[in-house]
């Protein structure tokens, strides 16, 4: 029997970005979103329309670009939620509302205060109306795991009948273990009258590390269709991982009842692209796309390895797209190659001016470094200026003195809204002096939530990608600066993070939006 397709639905846009600190920009949508289409992910939820302006932005570039997936817009189960979530994605080429409502008793006596009675009501009511915008309507029963199963009947088959095409069963809080959650996907589809005219989805958390195990146990029980994340981002400790999700289905087909469309070899660029977007580093243990994942220190593994590969790999490292080629280009290698092996990479520019920047770049680092590694390629496009109206702050060049027992001094010349201004100051340290001389002109007020280093690769010539992560009345903002002297990424970093806070006042990050 041929196995079926598995619908995957990708999230990384919309619940990724709720996790604390995870904010993006409409330009850094776009960029991961065309990443997804070329992996070829079968859906995309780009964000939840009605949140704030920005979110609406950003779906709606989302929309117009992708062609080759299908891009969703989430709306609660409320007419003005519905009709927002359908003009974000009018100009999609596919489109899907993705309706929700709380199903379990907590939920609905707490938070909806309604009735059982009045949330089938209301549920009915959502899908009608999106199914009157769209064709293709997504209904989630939130906190699907500690909803009660005949309620749960009774709701799915009215949505059904309303018009929904998929239904979600959410494990919103991460309550779920394997058996138990797969059985239910399993006894739901079985006992729904109208089960066959709609996919069966899973939408797992990970807060006790089991979401991809309890979404593999739905499909096994019937789901097509899972719900997930690069990275396993995603709000608390994060949703199931799609790198996880698609190489377990494609590793062990013969335990699998499904197959995906997806292009693996794209896994480890939209990895990276996330992680570096959001500030998010990977764990160098995590599955797929951590640093140590095809790695062997273990001398016995090591002489297996050797022998025959398959004694202690499971899958080629070059299949999610791992390259194990050190040396890409040289200080010679001209604009059409660079471009060539970002597109590789999975790296598409927007414009030629971003081309342009990712060039200067690469000769800049070429002049510093003998061997330029893929990792280097995908770090340098980390602080690339999309528009260049929103870059008020500029680093022209930075001094720093450091000694044992005096308090180091900074100073940087910048270019602020184009007129060059100089600043000084003091510090507990290299980089708090780096700071603080930046703060005397800008007085931003900003919080740093978070100021994190990463060697991009080995060696100390090695290329740093720091991460600055700000916080001012709500709107959170990650600045990311590369470059072979940490203080110089620091300084870049942090005046991204200033122009980023400065042209994002439309949208406050998803853990502070009070949707009302």
Known sequence: MAAEQLVIFDTTLRDGEQSPGASMTKEDKVRIAKVLEKMRVDVIEAGFAIASEGDLDAIKAVASVVKDSRICSLARATEVDIKRAGNSIKDANAGRIHTFIATSPIHMQYKLMMQPDEVIENAVAAVKLARNLVDDVEFSTEDGTRSEFEFLCRIIEAAID????????????????????????????????????????????????????????????????????????????????????????????????????????????????????????????????????????????QDGVLKHRETYEIMRAQDVGWNTNKLVLGKHSGRAAVRSRFEELGIIFNSAEELNQAFVKFKDLADKKHEIFDEDLQALIGDIVVDTDKQRYELVSLAVGSKTGTSPHARLDLKVAGEAVTVEADGDGAVDATFKAIESHAQSGATVLLYSVNAVTEGTDSLGEVTVRLELAGRIVNGVGADTDILVASAKAYLNALNMLEFSADKLHPQYEKVS
């Not at 059985?183 to 958390?205: Q, V, Y």
């Open 162 to 301: 309303a018009g929904a095409t998929t239904i979600n069963i959410p494990d919103t809080v991460g309550y779920g273990v394997p058996d138990e959650y797969g059985a239910m996907i399993g006894r739901l589809i079985e006992n729904i009258p109208n089960s066959d005219k709609a996919i069966f989805s899973t939408h797992c958390h990970n807060d006790l590390g089991l979401a991809v195990a309890n979404s593999l146990a739905a499909v096994n029980n019937g789901a097509r269709q899972v719900e997930c994340t690069i990275n396993g981002l995603g709000e608390r400790a994060g949703n199931a991982s799609l790198e996880e999700i698609v190489m377990a289905v494609k590793t062990r087909a013969d335990e699998s009842p499904v197959t995906t469309q997806i292009e693996a070899k794209h896994i480890v660029s939209a990895s990276k692209l996330v992680s570096s977007i959001t500030g998010f580093p990977v764990q160098p243990n995590k599955a797929i796309v951590g640093a140590n994942a095809f790695a062997h220190e273990a001398g016995i593994h």
